[in-house]
C-alpha cells in the first residue's frame, strides 16, 4: 500500500476480464464462468461503456443468448485512481453493485474494485475487534426445503444473500444464489453447442429440479461468536459473498458483504463524525420509478429525524423485495439500523411501498426508544454505584499523637 489509507489505485485489479460491446451474452456468461466473476466491464476499443452483470442476466429466463451485452448495459459508480478506501466501501453500498470501474483520462478503463477487494484490507484498517457475527448479522431472507423446485427459487434469488436450503429439520444443508440459478438454466449440451432450451417442455423439467441438485454444498457457516476478522478471511477463503450463521446447524442469521461494507463506512463508533448517516436503499421497484424513490428518500428523511433525536446513528439499510410469488402483499421492507450499540432490525410487509417504509422507519423508533432508556438506566445505576462506592463509611484510622 502506497499510504496508510488505501486508495481505489491500491485496491484495484488491473487487468480485469474484459468484453466487447458487440459480445453476446453467451460470449459474456462464458467469460464469467472461466474467471469466476459476476461482473465484467464492456469496452468499445479501449474506451468504457459500462458493466454487464450475472445479475442482469441470470434471472432473465427468456433472454436471447444471442442478446448483444450493450442492451444490458449498467452503469456503477466509477472510481478514481485516489479515491480512498472508505468512500470506496461508501460508493459500493450506496449503489449495490458488486464493483466499481477505475477511470482514467479519455474514458480508459485502469482497473476494477470488487467488494472482496474492499474487504480484504478492512481487519487492518476498520472493522473494531470486539465485533462478532451475532452482532453484525442481518435476518435470514428465506430458507426453502431441499426437495422444493428450483422454479420456486426464482423469485426469492436477490443478488445478496442466498437462499438457504434446509432439510425437513431446519437443519442448514447448502445455499442457492445467482450463480447456481445461472448454471441450472445456461448449461451447455454435450457437444458443446447451444443452450439448454427455456420454453416448453425442456424448461419446464429444469423449473422442476430439485434444490438439492444444483445448491451449494456444504454451506459456509460460522457460529454466533466468530470474530468479524475471522467472517472476512472465511469469506475471501471460500469466495463468497456471504456466510451463516448457525446454532445448532440451524441457520439463525446471515452476514453478507453489504454488512461488512457498512462498518467500512461507519467505521468505531468512537472515531465516526456525529452527523453523518449513510442511507443504503435497493431493491424492486425503484430502479423503474425515480418518483418513487423521492417519496420513500422524504418519509426516510421524516423518520431519521425523530430517531436521531435519541440516538446516534451511521447507516440505514433499506431493502425492498416483491412478495407477490411467496407471501401475501405487493412488497416486504427490510430495515436494518446501524448505532453504536446494537443493529437494529424491522421487517414489514405492505401493499405500499411507501407506507411500508415509514411503518419500519416507525419500529425503528420504537426499539431506539427502547434502546435509549436502557441506556439512561444503566447510566444512573452507575452513577448511583460510584456515589455509593466515594461515599461508602470507612473505618477511621487511630490517630497517633506527634
Not at 428465506?142 to 422444493?148: C, L
Not at 420456486?152 to 432439510?167: C, E, F, K, S, Y
Not at 447456481?180 to 420454453?199: M, T, V, Y
Not at 422442476?208 to 478471511?233: D, F, H, K, L, Q
Amino acid at each position: 500500500m502506497t499510504a496508510d489509507i488505501p486508495t481505489a489505485a491500491d485496491l484495484m485489479r488491473r487487468a480485469p476480464v474484459t468484453i466487447g460491446q458487440g459480445a453476446s451474452v453467451h460470449e459474456a456468461l462464458a467469460a464469467m464462468r472461466r474467471r469466476g466473476v459476476h461482473e465484467i466491464p464492456v469496452l468499445d476499443g479501449r474506451t468504457y461503456r459500462g458493466m454487464v452483470s450475472l445479475d442482469d442476466i441470470a434471472l432473465r429466463t427468456n433472454l436471447a443468448l444471442s442478446t448483444k451485452v450493450e442492451n444490458l448495459l449498467s452503469l456503477p459508480p466509477r472510481l478514481a485512481p485516489e479515491e480512498p478506501w472508505g468512500e470506496v466501501a461508501a460508493q459500493l453500498l450506496r449503489s449495490g453493485a458488486r464493483a466499481a470501474p477505475v477511470i482514467g483520462p479519455s474514458e480508459l478503463l485502469l482497473g476494477l474494485v470488487s467488494r472482496s477487494d474492499v474487504l480484504r484490507v478492512l481487519p487492518s484498517v476498520g472493522a473494531p475487534a470486539e465485533l462478532y457475527a451475532e452482532t453484525v448479522m442481518g435476518p435470514m431472507s428465506e430458507s426453502v426445503d431441499e426437495r422444493s423446485g428450483i422454479g420456486t427459487l426464482i423469485g426469492l434469488v436477490r443478488n445478496d444473500p442466498p437462499i438457504a436450503i434446509v432439510d425437513r429439520r431446519g437443519r442448514l444443508q447448502g445455499s442457492v444464489g445467482i450463480a447456481d440459478l445461472s448454471r441450472a438454466f445456461w448449461r451447455p449440451k454435450r457437444a458443446g453447442r447451444g443452450d439448454l432450451p427455456r420454453e416448453g417442455a425442456d424448461r419446464g423439467q429444469v423449473l422442476g429440479v430439485e434444490a438439492r441438485s444444483i445448491m451449494r454444498t456444504p454451506p459456509v457457516a460460522v457460529s454466533p461468536e466468530t470474530s468479524v476478522r475471522a467472517v472476512v478471511a472465511r469469506m475471501l477463503r471460500e469466495r463468497v459473498s456471504s456466510v451463516f450463521v448457525v446454532r445448532d446447524d440451524r441457520p439463525i442469521g446471515v452476514v453478507t458483504q453489504t454488512d461488512l461494507l457498512a462498518l467500512a463506512v461507519g467505521g468505531h463508533p468512537t472515531r465516526r463524525p456525529r452527523d453523518r448517516v449513510l442511507v443504503q436503499l435497493h431493491g424492486f421497484p425503484l430502479r423503474e420509478d425515480p418518483e418513487l424513490v423521492a417519496d420513500v428518500d422524504a418519509v426516510v428523511e421524516r423518520g431519521l429525524s425523530r430517531i436521531r433525536r435519541r440516538l446516534p446513528i451511521a447507516l440505514l439499510d433499506l431493502h425492498l423485495v416483491p412478495q407477490g410469488i411467496h407471501r401475501a402483499g405487493h412488497v416486504t421492507v427490510s430495515a436494518r439500523l446501524h448505532t453504536p450499540q446494537a443493529i437494529l432490525h424491522a421487517e414489514q410487509t405492505s401493499w405500499d411501498v411507501r407506507s411500508g417504509v415509514a411503518e419500519v422507519l416507525s419500529q425503528l423508533d420504537r426499539q431506539g426508544r427502547a434502546l435509549a432508556e436502557r441506556r439512561r438506566r444503566y447510566a444512573r445505576i452507575r452513577v448511583e454505584r460510584r456515589h455509593a462506592r466515594e461515599t461508602a463509611v470507612l473505618p477511621s484510622e487511630p490517630l497517633v499523637a506527634p
